[in-house]
């Protein structure tokens, strides 16, 4: 359905998977993978949204920086299963290592506003554009939020958001976040972001499923996908971009 891009300019550029609806888009959406990089299930999830009338955009974030996006399949695999995962640490290390340094961040929120920015470009879709992600992307979706005033909706699944107050102070847009319960890291950090969010004055809303963990969304992962969540946040999610993007 979609095709690989380049979008940007000599400076800063970007590859992504551009997925454009059949007719005229109700939005424009940034769709930010998972730690594993921009995969098969990224870019279908892209579809879905291009399905539903959204022209996505789903930058790789992996590639030039470090990542090692071809051994992803294996790692996600290994990274899951309890037999595989204590064989498959090194690598997964050396995977990681590089998407938690500072430089990585800004060379990540470089590229999510290329994105945004294609997306502000196109006719009919000025001050209608929105972001999601999963896991990392999750966790950078709730970043473009805070540094991009213009976006209009974020919606980070099972993301972190580690930012200081005054952060959180620009976010300019509703925020519909989803966890599993299961989810023992982000749910220690849940009531205290509440809490945070509130006082900032973001329109935060937080959806628990219980008996759902991490990556509950991605239907690819035998060990982590969980179907009533993920069809219950879409759904969420759908109905969200419809109110958060009307003209």
Request: hydrophobic share 45%.
């Amino acid at each position: 359905m979609g095709n690989m891009m380049t979008l940007g300019n000599a400076e800063t550029s970007v590859q992504a998977y551009v997925s454009e609806p059949a007719g005229t888009p109700k939005g424009g959406l940034v769709v930010v993978h998972e730690v594993w990089g921009l995969v098969g299930h990224t870019r279908d999830v892209a579809d879905r949204f291009a399905a539903e009338g959204y022209l996505a955009v789903a930058p790789d974030l992996l590639s030039g920086a470090g990542g090692v996006p071809d051994l992803s399949g294996e790692l996600q695999e290994a990274a899951f299963d309890p037999q595989q995962r204590s064989n498959a640490q090194p690598r997964l290390r050396k995977h990681m290592a590089p998407i938690r340094s500072p430089e990585y961040a800004k060379h990540a929120v470089a590229a999510l506003h290329v994105c945004f920015d294609h997306l502000e470009g196109v006719a009919g879709l000025t001050g209608r554009v929105a972001a999601t992600g999963f896991c990392l992307g999750g966790t950078y979706t709730f970043s473009l939020a805070v540094a991009e005033p213009r976006l209009r909706a974020a919606v980070p699944f099972y993301g972190h958001a580690e930012f200081k107050d005054a952060e959180l102070r620009a976010i300019n847009c509703p925020v519909l976040a989803f966890y599993g319960q299961q989810d023992a890291a982000l749910m220690e950090e849940l009531p205290g972001l509440k809490v945070r969010m509130r006082a900032a004055g973001v329109d935060f809303e937080a959806v628990v499923y219980p008996g759902a963990g991490h990556a509950f969304f991605n239907d690819t992962n035998k060990y982590t996908y969980n179907a009533e969540a993920a069809a219950d946040s879409w759904t969420r999610t759908l109905a969200f971009l419809e109110r958060s993007l009307e003209e």
